[in-house]
């Protein structure tokens, strides 16, 4: 199993916060003879809460020393996860979730932006001191 990103607890606290219940962590998606890892997987027990109900989201930190090398790894590793969602649970979005400075960073600048505008990039923005979320942009 991966190792967990430095922001997956604030992250797993803030959508239990949101009324979010964790359903596995991490969600494990098994394909080809493969295990693949997504960070976590949600349901939200309010039908009305959020389009989909189901959620599994994978948490970045973004703390490499190259920003573009991280953007080209998490864009390439949510397509994968996306497609194989797609497969296997097709009633499940997901999202990949993003500290409020990488959102305002390179998710702010036009090769972010064109990223998350091509590969229709779902992202959760948080505040991983308060553990909270910020924003969903989807």
């Not at 797993?12 to 997987?41: M, S």
């Not at 390439?76 to 969602?85: I, N």
């Amino acid at each position: 199993m991966p190792q967990r990103d430095i922001y997956h607890d604030a992250v797993k606290n803030a959508l239990i916060k949101e009324g979010w219940e964790i359903t596995a962590d991490p969600l494990t998606l098994q394909f080809g003879g493969r295990n693949i890892y997504v960070d976590l997987e949600a349901e939200s027990p309010i039908a009305a809460q959020k389009e989909g109900r189901k959620i599994a989201v994978e948490v970045k930190s973004f703390s490499n020393p190259s920003e573009v090398n991280d953007l080209e790894k998490a864009v390439g590793q949510y397509v994968m996860y996306r497609e194989l969602l797609a497969c296997k649970e097709s009633d499940r979005a997901l999202y990949l979730a993003i500290s409020i400075e990488t959102y305002r960073g390179i998710f702010s600048e036009p090769l972010g932006e064109l990223m998350v505008e091509t590969q229709q990039l779902k992202l959760i923005v948080f505040d991983e001191i308060q553990e909270v979320i910020q924003q969903w942009k989807n």
